[in-house]
């Protein structure tokens, strides 16, 4: 009976740390991701890097498990992998300054390797120690090692589904970043107990006093993170913070030029003047500019909702907007700090699945869904856009604001959105939010039938920037050349490839604009 409780603990130990692999691996997006983005890149980071500590794990894992009695005891090394993975959101503020200048491709890989190489490769070490302690027969190694992975493997999937459709929204990263370096320390305290007591083995000393300091090292750790951590300084106010399924969303007030961010990881996806809760940027009244192209519309769809002010906008001119927005933690923070109201339906979800069910026509698609961090790609294809297509009216017009370089070689991939666009549009115009500035929001009109802005008003009746922005658009008014662009489609769609230079001046741009420390809270 004492030999199986023993080998059930051992098989929970390698369930826990199949489990732990997982949740470090899918916590990394959320530590790198408010810095580099969630982009593919950030995924193979982490991806690889989990996979190259795995490996050396289980070669290390495999020496350690040949010696005589196993030279490092199970219960040290998940304590000392507990204690690394605590010490993670005390130093990923560092570590991400120090691979900054790296770039995003080796930035992000690098960032990987020094905040989760140590605490996988620990965990990858506990499985062979546990097939040798398992494998009490040479006959039996096959059935006890296919166990042990298997069980392993089971870990990995729970713990998969667990974080990633309930734990993360509830707890938060650094929460759950804490919890379960506790539990890989309940863990080594229960492979203690049970070597002293039941299976009658003798406990070095030394390594109880290093569980011990360990234990230490993550109680300083934790008290540390608690002290440093602040929502307020001297020039910012983090108002509200959650995180969701795709990322943290962050409301701060930045009290240097009276402006409210809404952040969601590295991208301010909206930005008002905090006395006249005005937006900031140009981009959304250049895309409110579409009701000059119809001024009889009435009704509209918009993917990605931001911070909720293109609605309000189109309200004004008793034009109803349908919202599709995949994070409700982003809906949610527009209705709360930033006077959004919906005018049609609040749609949350996925817009390439939630378009499909829509049997609604509309005068305006405005599609506005690409930030200076991360792109979601599968969003502009083809054949995404061919289905937005008919859901316009017979004289409906399509908007798109995209996030790129406009000049020069860096254009490919700007160029490859208006050749897509084009490719189902005949009439198209393409406007800059500002002139002489590279990377900058690109907006481009396209409909089946020839675009004519019609600007014939009392600006006077305006807010001063709505009024400036439509006053200047012809000066915006931009030609970017379609002969270096492709034609996107889902099979071919290397637009976060293309993306990386822009994504790089991006975060710098957000460094100098917010600052790293506020980036990152």
């Known amino acids: 009976m004492k030999n199986k409780n023993s080998r059930l603990l051992n098989y929970i130990t390698v369930f826990i740390t199949g489990m732990s692999v997982m949740f470090l691996e899918i916590l990394g997006t959320r530590i790198i991701g408010p810095f580099y983005g969630v982009s593919l890149f950030v995924w193979c980071s982490l991806i690889s890097v989990t996979l190259v500590a795995l490996a050396a794990g289980y070669y290390i894992g495999g020496i350690i498990a040949d ?169 910012f106010n983090v108002i509200y913070s959650k995180e969701s399924l795709y990322g943290k969303v962050k409301v701060v007030d930045d009290h240097r030029w009276n402006v409210r961010w809404l952040m969601s990881d590295s991208s301010a996806i909206g930005g008002q003047f905090l006395k006249s809760s005005l937006p900031i940027f140009p981009l959304i009244y250049i895309l409110e500019s579409i009701r000059h192209f119809n001024p009889d519309a009435n009704n509209a769809l918009l993917i990605g909702l931001g911070a909720g002010h293109l609605p309000m906008a189109m309200k004004k001119h008793n034009i109803v907007t349908d919202v599709i927005e995949i994070d409700p933690e982003v809906a949610l923070a527009a209705q709360k700090h930033f006077n959004f109201t919906p005018t049609g339906k609040l749609i949350v979800g996925d817009a390439r699945s939630e378009i499909r069910n829509l049997k609604k026509k509309y005068d305006f698609i405005i599609h506005d869904t690409f930030t200076g961090g991360a792109v979601p790609s599968h969003l502009l294809s083809v054949e995404m856009l061919n289905t937005l297509k008919s859901l316009l009216n017979n004289k409906g017009i399509f908007a798109l604001a995209y996030f790129g370089f406009s000049e020069g070689e860096k254009a490919v991939a700007a160029a490859s959105v208006y050749k897509t666009i084009k490719s189902l549009f005949p009439f198209t115009k393409v406007y800059v939010s500002k002139e002489d500035t590279d990377p900058v929001d690109i907006i481009f009109f396209a409909s089946m039938e020839p675009l004519n802005l019609q600007t014939q008003q009392n600006y006077k009746h305006m807010n001063p920037i709505a009024a400036k922005v439509l006053h200047n658009m012809k000066d915006l008014e931009k030609d970017i050349p379609m002969d270096i662009g492709f034609l996107i489609t889902d099979d071919f769609n290397p637009l976060d490839s293309l993306q990386e230079k822009k994504a790089e001046a991006y975060r710098d741009n957000m460094i100098s604009l917010i600052g790293r420390k506020m980036l990152l809270k």
Do not use: W
Request: positive net charge; charged residues 10%.
């Open 67 to 235: 010696k005589d009695g196993n030279a490092i005891p199970v219960y040290l090394i998940t304590a000392t992998a507990g204690t690394f993975i605590a010490i993670i959101p005390v130093i990923k503020e560092a570590i991400l300054t120090l691979t900054n200048p790296l770039g995003l491709r080796m930035g992000s890989l690098t960032c990987s390797f020094l905040l989760f190489f140590i605490p996988l490769t620990l965990l990858g070490m506990v499985g062979p120690c546990i097939i040798k302690l398992n494998a009490s027969r040479l006959e039996k190694v096959g059935l006890t090692s296919g166990s042990v992975f298997a069980i392993s493997t089971m870990g990995s999937f729970i713990g998969t589904i667990a974080l990633g459709f309930f734990l993360l929204p509830v707890i938060g990263t650094q929460n759950i970043i804490y919890i379960l370096s506790g539990i890989l320390f309940i863990l080594s305290l229960n492979l203690i107990i049970r070597d002293i007591f039941f299976v009658r083995q003798k406990v070095d000393a030394s390594s109880i006093i290093i569980i011990i300091i360990l234990f230490l090292s993550i109680i300083i750790s934790f008290g540390f993170k608690k002290i440093t951590h602040s929502n307020t300084t001297a020039d």
